[in-house]
């Protein structure tokens, strides 16, 4: 028997702000310039959705822990100075979040100081203060079920009876390994297929979220 959804926790980057495509860009200019050339896909593929400490764990293992520092403080200056340029929702967030009724959280493997930022530039910081949670809090970050499940405990509900709105890889498999229905957001620069498996629904238009919740 499949529980009645009681609780929609979203991620952060890509899912509530348009920011993944700036966090791509960067991550291109600093291999680029720190000796590890990547293409987009590459970057989606290794970097999307995981948290600051596993992208820095893949830096040094290849770099070494000195270009690794200042890759990541290079990232953070560089991504902050973007978002300031000019972040936005992702198209039809807003829309979808005007139409929700049931509860809502953030879980994201991004620190609480960038999801003030991010969501604050936005004007959606306020949407879910006091309901928000970064892997900072958590031993694993995803793909592993610990963020997900430290959301729902402090929300109160159960995690059978939550669903997870993601845009990558790690987070929809983080999804599934906590026992919670996903629905991945293909909008953004992680392709559809590799969204795609058990328990997830994979959507292109973010307007459509609060129909296919209900439906689901």
Do not use: N
């Not at 620069?189 to 795609?196: D, F, G, I, M, V």
């Amino acid at each position: 028997m499949i529980k009645p959804i009681e609780l929609v926790i979203f991620d952060c980057d890509g899912v509530l702000v348009d920011s993944e495509r700036i966090a791509a860009r960067v991550q291109v200019a600093l291999g680029a310039e720190l000796g590890w050339p990547l293409t987009e896909g590459e970057v989606v593929d290794r970097f999307i959705g995981r948290s600051h400490a596993a992208i820095r764990e893949q830096i040094a293992a290849r770099l070494g822990e000195g270009v690794a520092t200042i890759w990541s403080e290079r990232f953070e200056q560089l991504h902050r100075e973007a978002v300031d340029a000019g972040l936005a929702p992702v198209d039809g967030l807003v829309e979808a979040l005007d139409v929700l009724t049931l509860p809502t959280c953030v879980a994201s493997s991004g620190s609480h100081e960038k999801m003030r930022h991010t969501l604050g530039r936005t004007g959606l910081y306020e949407r879910f203060a006091g309901r928000i949670y970064s892997a900072t809090e958590v031993s694993r970050g995803k793909p592993a079920p610990d963020l997900f499940l430290h959301a729902a405990r402090q929300m109160g509900v159960d995690p059978a009876a939550c669903v997870v709105v993601e845009d990558s890889r790690p987070g929809v498999r983080a999804a599934r390994a906590a026992g919670m229905r996903a629905f991945g957001y293909a909008g953004g620069p992680t392709p559809a297929e590799r969204l795609e498996g058990h328990g997830t629904v994979v959507f292109h238009d973010m307007r459509k979220l609060p129909t296919l919740i209900e439906e689901g």
